[in-house]
C-alpha cells in the first residue's frame, strides 16, 4: 500500500544517471506504522489473519505481512474473558451487574472458542467507528488514525482508502485537493492496483445511477503524469520506468498527447490527455501518524467507561 509516498522530494535532473541507480532506492519501503485508536474495544470489520502474538510489534509485523489496514490486539494480562460481554450474560440472567462472579457462586460462562489475541484486518475503520464495539480483551490499531479517514473513503483491500470523485477538474486541481485531503492521486503501477481500482470506479458509477455504457467510458486523473521530460512520473516522482506493469490503451500513450496527464477508466486501461482538461479523479488517503491524543492504553478496562474514547496519555511507538 501507498508506495507513492517514499520519494515525494525527489528530482531527476541527471540524464547521465543510470535506470539502476534510480530505481535501487524505490526498493526500500517505508515501514508503515500502526497507532492505537481505541482502548478496551475492537473492530468488527472482516479478520484475514490470526495469530497469538506476544507482543503488540509482533501482531504490527503480521499485519504488514498479511497487507492488512488494522488489527485488534489483546496484551496478555488482559486474559480471554470479554467483561463486557459477561456483564450482559448476568443481566440477563438476572444476577446482577457485577461481571466478576461472587465467591460462593456458579461462574457463568460462555460457549469455548479458540481465541487468539492478534486479529488482522482487511480494512480500517471510517471516521464514524461504525464497527467499533467494547471487548475488555482487545485494544485497535489502524494506519489511518489523524484524522480517520473521511465517510465518503473507500476501503480496497491490500490496496489502501480511496475517495473516487466525481467533480470534473483539471489534473492540477485534482491534484491539489487530493492534498487537501491529506492523500494524493491513486498510485496504478501495478495489475492489482489498475484492476481494483477501476472496479471501484464502475462501482462508483454505477451507484450514480450511470448507464453502464457511460460507466465504462468514464475516465479518472491517477497519480501518473509525463510533463517532466515526456517521461511518466508517479504523484512521488517516481519515474514510470521502475515499475514493470503497463495498461495503455491502443494509441496511448502518444506524441500527440504529449506532455499529458493519464486517467484510469472502468475498463481497467490507462489514458493520456491534455493536463488542463477536465475529469473525475481518485484520491489515495495517506497513512498517518499517531492521532493528536494518544489512547491511555495502561487504563484498567471497565464496563463503567464503556464509551473507552481517546485520551492522552504516552505516546506508543512500535518497532
Not at 509516498?5 to 547521465?16: K, M
Not at 460462593?104 to 492478534?118: K, S
Not at 482487545?138 to 473516487?164: E, W
Amino acid at each position: 500500500m501507498q508506495s507513492l509516498y517514499i520519494l515525494a522530494y525527489l528530482t531527476f535532473f541527471a540524464t547521465s544517471i543510470q535506470p539502476s541507480q534510480i530505481c535501487a532506492p524505490l526498493r526500500h519501503r517505508i515501514k508503515h506504522q500502526f497507532h492505537a485508536v481505541r482502548h478496551c474495544q475492537r473492530s468488527k470489520r472482516t479478520v484475514i489473519g490470526l495469530i497469538n502474538a506476544d507482543t503488540v510489534s509482533e501482531c504490527a509485523e503480521y499485519a504488514r505481512r498479511k497487507h492488512g489496514m488494522a488489527f485488534n490486539y489483546g496484551p496478555k494480562n488482559r486474559g480471554q474473558v470479554n467483561l463486557f460481554e459477561l456483564s450482559t450474560i448476568r443481566k440477563e440472567n438476572g444476577t446482577g451487574n457485577s461481571p466478576h462472579p461472587s465467591k460462593g457462586t456458579d461462574a457463568i460462562t460462555t460457549e469455548p472458542e479458540e481465541f487468539y489475541n492478534c486479529q488482522i484486518l482487511d480494512c480500517a475503520e471510517h471516521r464514524n467507528l461504525s464497527s467499533i464495539v467494547n471487548d475488555t480483551r482487545f485494544d485497535y490499531y489502524s494506519l489511518y488514525t489523524r484524522p480517520l479517514p473521511q465517510d465518503n473513503a473507500t476501503c480496497v483491500p491490500s490496496i489502501g482508502m480511496l475517495v473516487v470523485e466525481d467533480r470534473k477538474l483539471n489534473y492540477s486541481l485534482a491534484f491539489n485537493e487530493c492534498q487537501s485531503m491529506g492523500g494524493s492521486l491513486a498510485h496504478v503501477a501495478s495489475e492489482a492496483r489498475t484492476n481494483l481500482i477501476s472496479h471501484l470506479c464502475a462501482d462508483v458509477s454505477l451507484a450514480a445511477n450511470k448507464s453502464a455504457a457511460n460507466a465504462s467510458g468514464e475516465m479518472y486523473y491517477v497519480g501518473l503524469n509525463g510533463t517532466e521530460g515526456n517521461k511518466f512520473f508517479t504523484s512521488a516522482k517516481e519515474p514510470l520506468d521502475c515499475f514493470l506493469y503497463r495498461a495503455w490503451a491502443p494509441g496511448h500513450p502518444s506524441n500527440v498527447n504529449q506532455p499529458g496527464c493519464v486517467a484510469l477508466s472502468s475498463n481497467r486501461s490507462w489514458t493520456v490527455h491534455k493536463c488542463n482538461k477536465p475529469l473525475a479523479f481518485i484520491c489515495e488517503l495517506h497513512t498517518s501518524g499517531p492521532p493528536k491524543h494518544e489512547v491511555r492504553l495502561k487504563r484498567k478496562c471497565s464496563v463503567k467507561r464503556p464509551n473507552n474514547r481517546i485520551a492522552p496519555g504516552k505516546k506508543i511507538l512500535l518497532s
